[in-house]
């Protein structure tokens, strides 16, 4: 498994961090740490994701950017690309929008594959600025993106920028809980 990140004091005092682009396939490991701590994935599915990331970023249009400490290790990080129809992704979530006449939405849209922010770094903005920096710089009309399907604080931030509910109770084959796959106009809406 990689390495945890950990941060000295920070469960005290939330350090300055930089949000800026970075090299995610170089920053794979470290990346998959601070999402395992986040998203409480064990050793065995680190390992199918970390295939998964690096594969996505050969994609056509695929973009990431991080949160780094003053020390530049990594609080949290977010990924993205123009969705394409033919993608694993989508075709997964195809029928569910479709069942609910929207599935326009995966036409001219920049998915957001990935947005996770290390636990000591949550609540304070991060996952806002990963978010609407790396949307900031789409060139299409529409963003969307899945979450699992509860209320959580992840899908409360991304209502707050314009996210709405296109599908609800998506089934992805290797995952225990149902998703929700959400859209909003771009650019995102600010506080």
Not at 54 to 65: D, S
Not at 87 to 103: F, K, M, N, Q
Not at 160 to 189: C, E, H, N
Request: charged letters at 20%; hydrophobic letters at 40%; glycine letters at 8%.
């Amino acid at each position: 498994m990689p390495s945890v990140p950990s941060f000295p004091g920070s469960e005290s005092q939330i350090p300055d961090v930089r949000v800026e682009p970075i090299d995610l396939a170089a920053r794979v490991d470290e990346a998959l740490a601070v999402q395992a701590l986040a998203f409480g994935l064990g050793e065995a599915e680190i390992g199918v994701r970390r295939q998964i990331v690096l594969r996505h970023l050969l994609a056509p249009g695929a973009r990431a950017y991080g949160a780094l400490t003053a020390e530049n290790r990594l609080a949290g990080f977010v990924y993205g690309m123009p969705n394409d129809r033919s993608h694993w992704w989508s075709t997964i979530v195809e029928p569910y929008l479709r069942a609910g006449d929207c599935d326009s939405w995966l036409d001219d849209s920049f998915v957001i594959t990935e947005l996770h922010v290390h636990p000591a770094f949550q609540g304070h903005g991060i996952g806002r600025t990963l978010i609407t920096t790396i949307t900031d710089g789409a060139t299409q009309p529409r963003s969307i993106l899945s979450a699992i399907d509860t209320e959580s604080p992840a899908r409360g931030l991304y209502r707050t920028l314009g996210y709405r509910d296109l599908a609800r109770q998506v089934r992805f084959p290797s995952a225990a809980k149902p998703y929700a796959v959400m859209g909003a106009p771009l650019p995102l809406r600010r506080r």
